[in-house]
């Protein structure tokens, strides 16, 4: 059973960076394409930031593209985002989501299997 455990999350200012962490246990990582995903009270959850493994490609959500990136160490089964500019709209929750698809609908919130439990991202001055 995977287990997904997000870090990171806090409160900081308009122009302000924070990284969150995602720690996968229970698999090794390299076998997954990984999400970002967030989720502002009463919406349903939208992708920030995907990692397909079938092509080994990043993909940007348009209103994130260019401020914020996602890495990965394999070594440490942990995926990272690293969120640059922040802006009071970012201010969300913050989830991590594997998928063992081969060639998953990235944005496509069923194509994840496990979810992490989220964490708080606060943006404002």
């Known amino acids: 059973q995977l287990q997904l455990v997000e870090s990171g999350g806090g409160s900081v200012q308009p122009g302000g960076s924070l990284r969150l962490s995602c720690v996968v246990s229970g698999s090794t990582l390299s076998a997954y394409s990984i999400g970002w995903f967030r989720q502002f009270p009463g919406k349903e959850r939208e992708g920030v930031a995907c990692f397909r493994r079938a092509d080994g490609n990043t993909y940007y959500a348009e209103v994130v593209d260019g401020r914020f990136t996602f890495s990965r160490d394999n070594a440490k089964d942990t995926v990272y985002l690293q969120m640059n500019h922040l802006k009071p709209e970012d201010t969300a929750v913050y989830y991590c989501?594997?998928?063992?698809?081969?060639?998953?609908?990235?944005?496509?919130?069923?194509?994840?299997?496990?979810w992490g439990q989220g964490t708080q991202v606060i943006v404002s001055s």
């Open positions: 989501a594997v998928s063992s698809q081969e060639l998953p609908l990235i944005w496509r919130l069923q194509s994840y299997e496990y």
